[in-house]
């Protein structure tokens, strides 16, 4: 199969395309409150550059075509994803995550098969903003939720993009009150030691197995980001297209198609342990940690 295709896996819509071959497949999981559609520019440009590359990009629960409520995050929703990756006939995909997905992506490699995580601007220092979101509690459960959701996307610098890639976002972004209660729950319903606890210990179990880790960043990161991803994840990458906001990968799909690419060479598991990523040639900065 080299078009793709719109079906559904376990539930979850999604986009399919490429034939199976001994080369990792590509799970491509959105952002919280997008759908899918914000992977296709990139997907696109991997159809002409490796039209047989298998690639899924799914719906997350409660997201765009998919059905159902919002489950138990971390665990079920990593779950679900699972259920998804199963129908769908994928051997320990490369998981690549945007944004809150990234997280979700590394709870997924702690637990199942898997070749690899590619976060798109996401690093795994989550404290800072867990505790912007617990000051943030009242108002997210408040009538005014709506306001404050508009100030983060703020800072999500969609402006950046090319005129098409905002429509794209505005269209697809659906900032549901239960969708970020739901999803944001492990935060603002829960101790907050117990959610730092059980990131650290997926991020350990994401060490021990040597996968390779790849942090795709539209901005520079905040100072000690590369310490930190050298200390805990030996031998990863990161990659910064500066100037590109929240969305590097809609700001450069065709770049973003390409580091894909290079993700058919990562090794399988019996390697994992020495070896690391490649890092990208077209980026501004791409530095291994």
């Given amino acids: 199969m080299s078009t793709p295709t719109t079906t559904r896996f376990a539930g979850l819509a999604a986009d399919t395309q490429g034939d199976d071959d001994t080369r990792p497949a590509l799970l491509l999981l959105h952002g919280l409150t997008f759908d899918r559609t914000m992977w296709r520019p990139a997907l696109a440009e991997l159809r002409r550059i490796d039209p047989h590359r298998r690639a899924v990009s799914l719906d997350l629960p409660a997201h765009g075509e998919s059905r159902g409520d919002v489950p138990d995050a971390p665990e079920g929703l990593r779950d679900a994803v699972h259920a998804a ?132 960043a539209g901005a520079n990161p905040e100072p000690g980001s590369r310490a930190w991803m050298r200390a805990t994840l030996p031998g990863s990458t990161m990659t910064v297209w500066p100037g590109c906001g929240h969305f590097p990968h809609l ?34 900065t791409a530095q291994s940690c």
Wanted: hydrophobic share 45%; charged share 20%.
């Fill in 85 to 216: 990756v199963e129908a769908a006939g994928l051997r320990a995909p490369v998981v690549v995550g945007h944004s809150y997905s990234a997280i979700l992506a590394v709870f997924y490699a702690a637990t199942f098969p898997h070749r690899g995580i590619v976060s798109v601007d996401q690093t795994l220092q989550v404290d800072g903003f867990g505790e912007m979101l617990l000051g943030l509690a009242d108002r997210l459960r408040g009538a005014d939720y709506l306001d404050v959701w508009n100030e983060l996307e703020a800072g999500l610098h969609i402006e950046l993009l090319p005129e098409p890639a905002q429509k794209r976002l505005r269209a697809s972004c659906t900032p549901r009150q239960d969708l970020l209660l739901g999803y944001w729950s492990p935060i603002l319903d829960r101790d907050p030691a117990t959610m730092h606890d059980q990131l650290a210990t997926a991020v350990a179990a994401v060490r021990a197995a040597g996968a390779p880790f790849t942090l795709v």
């Fill in 251 to 284: 700001a450069r799909p065709d770049a973003f198609a390409r580091l894909l690419a290079q993700t058919a060479d990562w090794p399988h598991a019996s390697s994992l342990v020495t070896a690391g990523p490649r890092s990208d040639a077209d980026s501004a």
